[in-house]
């Protein structure tokens, strides 16, 4: 296993919701901005949400799913959460942490050092 790993995924109809958890190791350093991409087949990797573990602002949050999705970090542990609500058939992908120094600009998939294994969403309708 590399430094980060994801859990949480599954199958769930549509309306439902799920929660995602990555948890860093200190493998990751100074690579504290944490994100969350997903794709699915055929499209490109797709920037979900990110934060800074144990920061003070606010998650930055792609307008695709600003509303239904929120990150969180846990309490006093290198682990973040991606709460999933309202899920659409469109929402199903496979859902990547991933991390780097800065969160700003935060989407750019090409700009993360560490990447986890990956976790799988069905939405079904």
């Known amino acids: 296993q590399g430094p980060l790993v994801e859990s949480g995924g599954g199958s769930v109809q549509a309306g439902g919701s799920l929660t995602l958890s990555c948890r860093a190791s200190?493998?990751?350093?100074?690579?504290?901005?944490v994100a969350w991409f997903r794709q699915s087949p055929g499209k490109e990797r797709e920037g979900v949400a990110a934060?800074?573990?144990?920061?003070?602002?606010?998650?930055y949050i792609a307008d695709s799913v600003r509303g239904r999705f929120t990150m969180s970090q846990e309490k006093d542990e290198d682990t973040v959460h991606l709460q999933m609500n309202s899920l659409q058939p469109e929402d199903t992908a496979t859902y990547y942490c991933?991390?780097?120094?800065?969160?700003?600009?935060?989407?750019?998939?090409?700009?993360?050092?560490?990447w986890g294994q990956g976790t799988q969403v069905t939405v079904s309708s």
């Open positions: 200190g493998g990751i350093g100074h690579h504290k901005c």
């Open positions: 934060l800074y573990l144990y920061g003070t602002g606010r998650p």
């Open positions: 991933a991390a780097k120094v800065f969160c700003v600009p935060w989407a750019n998939a090409g700009d993360y050092t560490y």
